[in-house]
């Protein structure tokens, strides 16, 4: 059984940074395309950014340039650093499998607010 375990979240003020980390046992990372995604309020999950099993990334147009997906293959942990946070990206953020298969965690909280 796959577990994901997010952290890292917080209240920072617009322009700030914040580092989110995505914990993973079951399943080596290493082989796989790994995604980060964020949920607003009444919406869909939406995708922010891939990672895949040989480095290639994706962002989102409203986070690129802004925020980069990285991982850590021997703690089998993925990162996302968020940088010029905006108020829009306030939302909680979950990572998983690009196909979004694995069980979801419980995402970490980020607010964005001065």
């Known amino acids: 059984q796959v577990q994901l375990v997010e952290s890292g979240g917080g209240l920072v003020q617009p322009g700030g940074s914040l580092s989110l980390s995505c914990a993973v046992s079951?399943?080596?990372?290493?082989?796989?395309?790994m995604a980060w995604f964020r949920q607003p309020p009444g919406k869909e999950r939406e995708l922010v950014a891939y990672?895949?099993?040989?480095?290639?990334?994706y962002y989102a147009p409203s986070v690129r340039g802004r925020f980069v997906i990285s991982r850590d293959r021997a703690k089998n942990t993925l990162f996302l650093q968020m940088n010029m946070l905006r108020a829009e990206d306030t939302d909680v953020y979950y990572c998983?499998?690009?196909?979004?298969?694995?069980?979801w965690g419980q995402g970490t909280r980020v607010t964005v607010s001065s």
């Open positions: 990672l895949t099993n040989i480095d290639n990334t």
């Open positions: 079951g399943s080596d990372i290493r082989d796989k395309t």
């Open positions: 998983n499998i690009v196909t979004r298969q694995w069980p």
